[in-house]
């Protein structure tokens, strides 16, 4: 459930202070209830003010602090309301359990006649909203709310819209307090799109029309050991051209450091950066440019997996082939140079021309939302130019069942009495997915 904030890289110092203090913020902080958008461009550093928030608020006056961070790249619970309702609901719990004494009692009679929760049954969206309804009421009469919900977006068009009006009633149902606790705020961050604009209801505050300075700071702070800083004008450069986008400011500030590194010169480095698209889209197909064979396979894998994929178990999927003529993962080992865990990190980093990662739980994924939006939108068709998106997703799925087939014929998994993860780390995925089609393919 924290994966994604513990993702968060922790605001760059003497960034992101202007939130607190920005009129709107404190306008929303002070009132009794509140709903307030943290919207903004891609990669323009809403994940980052949204922890920063949820940071400064901390445990004060006995406040309840909830919160819950989408993630599009992740488990089918990061990235759906089911999730958001499941996490939320296990922090109520853990914080005020006196709340939720219906939900015990119908945990104990779906136990009774059901059986074990996660393989016998299941919670469904539609019986646990309720339950998070009528427990918020009972903790707001002795005690403040706190709410943030980060990119949500990532949960999908349609949900991202049906939440916000969820929201917004939760708000309006709500009992005022007469003894100045019970105050409920809710603060979200999101896109632009789908959610186009504000209304009465909600605080609203736009993320690269208010980042300009901590993006100087970031820039400032990454170039210090810049040797040519003070006589270049590369640090003014990029703060000019980041046009309020963190993530594009990041990649170029990398940029302009492998350079140096390299020891280029000084107009290589401006030039660099001055022929750098403003636009992400555009700097990532730029970056993709010339991908080889196993780039291709891996952003495949990396879009299209049912799941994240392990560092192990990417590194199995790169080595078997839909038309492999192995018969024996011995064989396919003795065959194909099968990188062991570290060097699979670093060929993560490389085959993806930096836009894949490898995360703190060894799980590999993009490094960011919009890359994965640009690879499935239509990356993939500019690798291929002869497929569309959609055939693209189709054939990689397609191909995908069959390298799983592959892995689950060979003889060492047929021969084996007991399956230890480390001897097959790939067996896993490949039984319980072969069948499955992605979502992103419907």
Known sequence: MQDRLHNIGNAASGTCEWLVQHRTYRAWATCDRGLLWIKGKPGSGKSTLLKYALDRRGVRDSALILSFFFHGRGDELQRTPLGLFRSLLHQVFAQAPDALQDLVSKFETKLKQYGEPGKDWYWHEGELRPFLESSLPKVLQTRSIWLFIDALDECGEDNAVRLVEILKSLLKGLPYQSTGLGQFRICFSCRHYPILDLDESMFGICAEDENQRD????????????????????????????????????????????????????????????????????????????????????????????????????????????????????????ATDVPDSARMKRQVQDLSRGLAEVTDAQVVQFIHQSVKDFFVEKGLSALDASVTSTEAAIRAHFRFSWICVCYLAMEEIGQATSYKHDDFPFLRYATTSWTVIPATVH
């Open 215 to 334: 993006i100087s700071t970031f820039v400032d702070d990454r170039l210090a050991t810049f040797r040519t800083r003070t006589s270049s004008t590369i640090p003014a450069l990029i703060k000019e051209g980041a046009s309020g986008v963190f993530l594009w400011a990041c990649f170029v500030v990398e940029q302009v450091l492998r350079l140096e590194c390299k020891g280029a010169g000084l107009e290589k480095m401006e030039n660099t950066v001055r022929s750098t698209p403003p636009n992400l889209d555009k700097l990532y197909q730029r970056l993709i440019q010339d991908m080889e064979p196993d780039s291709l396979k891996l952003i495949q894998w990396v879009c299209f997996a049912v799941r994240p994929l392990s560092v192990d178990e990417l590194r199995w999927a790169m080595v078997i082939e839909a038309d492999c003529p192995h018969r024996s993962l011995q064989a396919c080992q003795s």
